[in-house]
């Protein structure tokens, strides 16, 4: 059974980090590129960020920038998330899923993602 699933998620203060993992299971997606998507309440789940198959293209949504860093590390079939400095509306449900093709580049487009986790929740308090 392939499973992604999400760890690393908590409550946090304003200006905190944390980092997300991923950890794939059941199968390889050392040549998939994998994204990390988020849900807020009553929003839409959207995407936040991805990496490519070796980590040499990596696109963030724009409110991230600078903030957020996505790595790989195939060896291990596990995906991460570094967040730092952290607002309150980084809050969210977030999720890991591997994209269902083989390309060379990140694609934002949930529909592009075929494996997703279950998720895992950030709270940032301000």
């Known amino acids: 059974q392939v499973q992604l699933v999400e760890s690393g998620g908590g409550l946090v203060q304003a200006g905190g980090s944390l980092r997300l993992s991923c950890a794939a299971s059941?199968?390889?997606?050392?040549?998939?590129?994998v994204g990390w998507f988020r849900q807020a309440p009553g929003k839409e789940r959207e995407f936040v960020a991805g990496?490519?198959?070796?980590?040499?293209?990596?696109e963030y949504t724009d409110s991230v920038k600078g903030r957020f860093t996505i790595s790989r590390d195939n060896a291990k079939n596990t995906y991460y998330l570094q967040m730092n400095s952290l607002k309150p509306e980084d809050t969210a449900v977030y999720y890991c899923?591997?994209?269902?093709?083989?390309?060379?580049?990140?694609?934002?487009?949930?529909?592009?993602?075929?494996?997703w986790g279950q998720g895992t929740q950030v709270t940032v308090s301000s």
């Open positions: 899923a591997a994209d269902l093709g083989i390309f060379p580049s990140v694609r934002r487009a949930e529909s592009n993602y075929n494996y």
């Open positions: 059941g199968r390889s997606f050392s040549n998939r590129a």
């Open positions: 990496i490519n198959w070796n980590g040499g293209d990596t």
